[in-house]
């Protein structure tokens, strides 16, 4: 591969690509905790639920990235900074999460968004496990419920390939997965289809008995455009109730 120009990366593949559902950017199709099955899921509605795949961030653990921050920069340069017409920050870390090297994302920053916003992104990722600011309540006890079920556990996340380490090192209820697919190690980012195909395909399991699980509606319709049901989720709490509803064993809460 010939060697791109200093703040020259590679743009990540547009939503509008044909690997993803051509109306996957329109959130109001997605309902926040209730399953949801549209497209090619519509048919997998009376399936059982045989295996269960999370996103880690804001599902698993909490990702903030003002946490990172604080330390260095004001509440009101944080926020200024989290803006993502005036930082990129949000399209940064598009990048990152489909493979792109930091210091090309870094130095994309720099050139169209300014020394001062890359400085204070350098910054978040040299302290990207503050971060990871704790595990999701109810997340572990349903993962180990859902085991106990005979349910199957999988983990498919965006994230960038040199700082999930970090989130693996510092977090055991990662551990409690039976196998995952991270963006950054595959080039390949949710909502995008082919990164579910490929999650399908990696932890053998049928698309029309899965569900996934995630905090966002565009991935949600991702999922279904390659067969799986989806959640968008809020809490533990209602996916536990939503899973029960649709028939899966595990205990209800009192």
Known sequence: MEEQEKGQIEMPEPIESPNAPKDIVTADLVTANVITAQGPAEQASEQPITDVVFDFGNVLVYWEPSAALVSRYSPNTINHFLDDKVSGFFEANDFLDGGAP?????????????????????????????????????????????????????????????????????????????????????????????IFDLAIRQFGINAQTSLFVDDKS????????????????????????ALIAAGVAIPSVQ
Do not use: C
């Open 218 to 241: 565009q991935n949600v319709l991702g999922a279904n455009a390659s067969g799986m049901r989806a959640f968008q989720f809020s809490d533990s709490y209602k996916l536990r109730h």
């Open 102 to 194: 930091i210091e090309d994302v870094t130095a994309w920053m720099e050139r169209t968004h300014g020394r001062e916003n890359a400085d204070i992104f350098r910054f978040y990722l040299d302290h990207f496990e503050d971060s990871l600011t704790g595990v999701v309540p109810g997340a572990r006890m349903l993962i180990e419920d859902l085991k106990a079920a005979g349910i199957g556990v999988w983990g498919l996340s965006n994230w960038e390939r040199t700082l999930f380490p970090i989130a693996w090192k510092q977090f055991g209820i990662l551990h409690l997965l039976q196998d995952k697919v991270v963006s950054g190690n595959v080039r390949m980012r949710k909502p995008h289809k082919d």
